[in-house]
């Protein structure tokens, strides 16, 4: 959500940056948050008048009464009193407008970094590296639920009978591997200074709103009937919601932590044979990082979030690239975005299994996240990134080291996470 002064003061920008991401159905909406956000503050400067002039006559009444002159204030009183209704229509009105103004608000876009690409969508996303030379094998490389199955690995046909599609049983190597995969990615973050952290699992619903939009939130999250909790759809959203309503002191900027979570979401719409399997499905663990800190170290620590990821897979032998994506592909909180996609040497492409944003201020703008600084308070940045989602990095790991012979190569550095074993068979 960008700042109401901005958009007042900047209104061919925020029309501007709509165009960019090609929402002009939202154009109208800046002239409409501009024309109550007139009326809201004319109607709160009544209403101060108001209350300086109450403060006025009470004293007036108050000298009015010592002078033995009751019924001079008795007239006063009335004018109070017509004064007080008037007060409180205007307030119920400066909080109904204030509320109008805010629903708006949450649907006009961030402003997207300068150094973003324009595009509609993500067909115009733009490759800006890669890592890691692509191998494609001489021997056909099966589906990966093939791969599981032929050692054991995964189950998806129970899974069906107990919880429906889009849900799977890991078993034996398969499980360990998963699990293996979770614990050397939270290790691995923990190396690089951040601060291991397990959170809730579900989050109440003003903070939901407060670190996704609306779009968002229906297609994704899972609400708990007859409370006010979601299931969570990444850890970034708890992890964000761990510093609503804070005053966080600039001297402990920033705060960088990485968190082990079950994710959970609709995964709505009909998905290819690609998306199948284990690649798109309603519950799922990853290892996510997020950091909190100032405005000016936001675009440095987006540098480094992604470059983690990329170094992960590395460390694993995994070929991959980034993508930074288009205006049209930035969801509207996002002000700069990052796709890591890994080698899929069965589909001769790369695929996606990671995102790292940068979100400027608009998360903490929603949830109240401030800074106290030397100067003055001001909001706070947050960017989050994945650093491991096993399900989608499974079908990388297991195709980029499969052998000849249907066994998996395990890198050295999750040999220790599996016992020391090399091969699974």
């Known amino acids: 959500m960008i700042d109401i002064k901005f958009l007042r003061e900047n209104p061919d920008a925020v029309k501007e940056n709509i165009r960019k991401k090609f929402q002009e159905n939202k154009l109208e909406l800046v002239d409409e948050v501009i024309g109550l956000d007139a ?33 001079e204030a008795e007239k006063k009183k009335e004018e109070v009193a017509a004064n007080a209704k008037r007060l409180e229509e205007l307030e119920e009105k400066e909080k109904n407008l204030e509320e109008q103004i805010t629903k708006i608000m949450m649907v006009i876009p961030n402003i997207i970094d300068p150094s973003v690409p324009i595009g509609k969508d993500d067909t115009e996303n733009v490759e800006i590296k890669k890592y890691g030379e692509p191998v ?85 999250m899972y609400k708990i009937e007859g409370e006010d909790l979601y299931l969570i759809g990444t850890s970034e959203h708890s992890m964000i919601g761990k510093f609503i309503d804070t005053i966080i002191q600039e001297e402990e900027l920033p705060k960088t932590l990485t968190s082990y979570s079950p994710c959970f979401r609709k995964e709505k719409g009909a998905h290819g044979l690609e998306e199948r399997g284990v ?85 903490a703008r929603r949830l109240k996240i401030r800074v106290n600084g030397e100067k003055t308070k001001y909001y706070a940045h947050t960017l989050n990134n994945t650093v491991v989602a096993p399900p989608r990095m499974l079908i990388a790991f297991l195709e980029n080291n499969l052998q000849e012979d249907g066994s998996i190569r395990i890198p050295e550095v999750l040999q220790p996470y599996m016992g020391g074993q090399k091969v699974i068979k």
């Open 39 to 71: 009326e809201s503050r004319k109607a709160k400067q009544e209403a101060d008048d108001l209350r300086a002039s109450r403060n006025k006559i009470s004293k007036e009444i108050g000298m009015l009464m010592a002078q033995g002159k009751k019924e």
């Open 136 to 220: 494609i094998p001489d021997f056909e490389i099966p589906y990966h639920t093939d791969i599981m199955e032929k050692l054991n690995g995964i189950d998806l046909d129970s899974a069906r009978k107990v919880a429906g599609n889009g849900f799977y049983y890991l078993m034996g190597d398969i499980a360990r591997l998963h699990s293996a995969v979770i614990s050397y990615a939270r290790d691995f973050m923990i190396g690089r200074g951040f601060t291991y952290c397990v959170p809730p699992f579900m989050i109440r619903s003003n903070v939901v709103t407060g670190v996704m939009s609306f779009a968002e939130m229906d297609a994704m």
């Open 279 to 363: 690649y798109r499905i309603h519950q799922f663990e990853k290892q996510e990082m997020i950091v909190v800190c100032k405005p000016e170290e936001s675009p440095m620590w987006f540098e480094k979030l992604w470059q983690n990821t990329v170094d992960l897979f590395r460390s694993m032998d995994i070929p991959v690239r980034t993508i930074e994506c288009c205006s049209g592909d930035l969801a509207d909180l996002k002000v700069k975005s990052y796709d890591v996609e890994a080698w899929s040497p069965r589909q001769k492409k790369y695929f996606e299994v990671g995102s790292c944003s940068n979100l400027g201020d608009a998360q």
